[in-house]
């Protein structure tokens, strides 16, 4: 042994995550963290198992990963076209497709104009970074995706967390900023992924006016969700003028992959040459591009699936409350039952699943206030038999641990 270099664990900073990994799967007869979709049979029904299974805890809110017109465009364009990219969209990775889906994207969203990131997330990070270096001030809301923080470390920003979704607080910090040289950048999701909850996006605007600041609205989970057209929150709170970008997934109502950010400023030609999460990874392959290009067009021809998902999530929300769930105050597609211990929820968890319901077990650190949430996602392609039978079961589970 003498003579050999002394070698840190290079694993020894997991021993927390570790310890708390072992503790929670050995308290849970399977692994929350190691579910298979065997096969989806549909859009609500997968296999999980061995059993069908009903979906209540994807994020496929028009039910669009099933979209005949989007598989049979993948399909076509496939065959076509082959199956990949194999480089950056500012080298060899950019077809007519790409530049065809981020017209059609402004286009929708009336922007001048759109770049798409191969993910939602990379259309954070690269948005973010792009934007803002050291001696600007990212204000961020406290509750904000992961993707977002992401993006502010990889920015270099300062980063002032304000209150969730509260404007006071937001309004009080960027008064402080007053005499702050650097550019200032608030950003506010939709809707927030774990609670459902909606950001008041139109107070924002009053007040990134007021301060001087710009506003950018990440609308991953409203998208296609929200507004008489689908174009989110902004749209459903008539503030789209005050948004300065719009970033946002094609991987949640459009039911593919990829992400991007809309604007009416001009300077984000430039983003392209120094967005780092846009420039260094393959961009989409071709046939996401053509099916989200389909699941979009799919998405404006049938408005009634917003009505129906909106129609399914009340039905959702009302029938939980009804068995006597804490779920949050906002009726919206994603309903989260708040539960008091991570013991409780993962009890509660496996329950639903061993009796053919399939819901997101989110825990702390990830959700807010710390309580451990089982996170519903409601989908228009959900019957009200399928919400009926979901809620059935979460009321005898809710029975049998006497909640
Ligand atoms: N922003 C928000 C608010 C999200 O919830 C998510 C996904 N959970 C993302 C961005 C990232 O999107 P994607 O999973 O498509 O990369």
Not at 25 to 41: G, K, L, M, Q
Not at 259 to 270: A, E, K, M, W
Not at 336 to 346: G, I, K, R, S, Y
Request: contains cysteine; aromatic residues 6%.
């Amino acid at each position: 042994a003498e003579g050999r270099p002394r070698v840190t664990d290079i694993f020894a900073k997991h021993q927390g995550l570790r310890e708390a990994y072992e503790g929670l799967t050995a308290a849970s007869p399977r692994n929350p963290f190691e579910v298979v979709i065997e096969r989806p049979i549909s859009a609500s029904v997968g296999i999980i198992e061995g059993r069908e299974t009903l979906l209540f805890g994807t994020n496929n809110y028009l039910g669009l990963s099933q979209s005949k017109k989007a598989i049979e465009a993948a399909v076509e364009t496939a065959e076509t076209m082959g199956v990949g990219t194999t480089g950056s969209r500012i080298a060899n990775g950019t077809f007519g497709l790409h530049r065809k889906l981020e017209a059609k994207l402004a286009e929708f969203f009336r922007r001048k104009h759109c770049m798409v990131f191969s993910t939602g997330y990379q259309a954070n990070l690269g948005t973010i970074s792009a934007l803002v270096n050291k001696d600007d001030v990212l204000l961020l809301d406290a509750d904000s995706h992961a993707s977002i923080y992401d993006g502010a470390k990889l920015s270099g920003a300062q980063v002032i967390r304000f209150r969730h979704n509260d404007p006071v607080d937001l309004e009080k910090r960027l008064a402080r900023l007053k005499d702050h040289t650097g550019a200032k950048l608030i950003i506010a999701e939709g809707i927030y992924s774990m609670t459902g909850n909606v950001a008041p996006l139109d107070k924002f605007v009053d007040i990134k006016t007021r301060h001087g600041a710009y506003l950018m609205a990440d609308e991953a989970h409203s998208f296609g969700v929200l507004g008489a057209h689908g174009r989110g929150v902004a749209e459903m709170q008539g503030c789209e003028d005050g948004i300065d970008f719009v970033v946002g997934t094609f991987s949640k109502s459009l039911g593919t992959v990829g992400g991007y950010c809309v604007t009416n400023h001009d300077g984000v030609d430039l983003m392209r040459l120094c967005s780092r999460p846009y420039m260094f990874t393959a961009s989409l392959p071709p046939e996401i591009i053509a099916a989200t290009m389909a699941a979009l067009e799919d998405m404006q021809a049938r408005p009634e699936l917003r009505t129906k998902l909106q129609e399914n999530a009340a039905r959702l929300h009302a029938g939980l409350q009804k068995v006597g769930l804490k779920t949050g105050e906002h009726v919206s597609p994603v309903v989260a039952v708040t539960l008091e211990t991570v013991d409780q929820a993962v009890g509660f968890w496996n329950a639903l699943l061993e009796n053919g319901v399939y819901v997101n077990l989110s825990l702390p650190p990830a959700t807010p206030d710390n309580r451990p949430l089982l996170r519903c996602s409601v989908m228009a392609a959900h019957s009200p038999e399928e919400i009926d039978r979901a809620v059935a079961v979460f009321g005898e589970v809710a029975r049998h641990f006497g909640l």
